[in-house]
């Protein structure tokens, strides 16, 4: 019998992956040090993660990270465009998108339309980039 993953599995993952240090690298931000991910139970199914092409080299040790000590979890990966990301994830075609941006007003309505929820925000990085005026 194949499980399926839940919302808060899925959050783990992403939060707590075990390539992340054993603390958040800027704790003042969110008054939280968080643990290295460790699994209090094995899980088994498939996780579709679709993400924007040039963050894959970040979101391939996420799930190298996860797959380490979730072996029963069969991880599915596609590089995208960041305006596609949002989209396959709230048509249900995949189950995390990492559009490596903030996610914009209207890609929030359709995924709270298309879905009946607003969608999980985790934020992992900001400026790895330089930018006009910075």
Known sequence: MKSFLTA???FSFVVFSAVLPAQVVRPELTGKI???YAPDKKLAGDLRFVGESSAEPLFTLWVDGFKAP???VKVFVK???PLAALPTVASGAYDIGFPARELWPYEE????K???YAPTVVLVG???HRTAGG
């Open 70 to 72: 979730q072996p029963g």
């Open 126 to 128: 900001v400026g790895a």
């Open 114 to 116: 298309a879905r009946g």
């Open 34 to 36: 968080y643990p290295a």
């Open 79 to 81: 590089s995208t465009s």
């Open 8 to 10: 808060a599995q899925v």
């Open 109 to 112: 309505e359709l995924f709270q």
